[in-house]
């Protein structure tokens, strides 16, 4: 096992542990939560698309139709195609901003709702 890194997701305020050895798609997916858009796996697909705003990330070959070489110098690169060299702040973008956004406001609210009755109490 590697070092482990804190990766924090600026859009939902959640920070996970991800090994440098795992992509921090992965790590995402260790969050154990609906709403991951999860791909390829292999840097093709684009759906997996994050801005590094903080930290150092070792990236493997991507997709030039889904990260120019331009967006790769500002920090913008696939989650699966990504790894954790230190503690990394991030930011989805395009499609999976979209998704775990709207997952995690649903979350939220579900969480705000009272629990259901149990069928066993009386009415």
Request: net charge positive; aromatic share 4%.
């Amino acid at each position: 096992m590697g070092h482990r890194h804190a990766v924090s997701i600026r859009n939902t305020a959640e920070t996970f542990a991800c090994d440098d050895a795992e992509t921090l798609l992965r790590g995402m997916e260790l969050l154990g939560r609906r709403g991951i858009p999860v791909g390829c796996r292999g840097g093709g697909c684009g759906v997996c698309k994050v801005r590094i705003d903080s930290g150092e990330v070792r990236t493997e070959k991507m997709s030039r139709q889904h990260v120019s070489a331009e967006e790769q110098a500002s920090g913008v690169v696939l989650a699966c195609r990504a790894y954790p060299c230190s503690d990394v702040q991030l930011s989805a973008v395009d499609k999976m901003a979209r998704c775990i956004e709207r997952s995690h406001a649903r979350s939220f609210f579900d969480g705000l709702r009272p629990p259901a009755p149990s069928p066993d109490s009386p009415t």
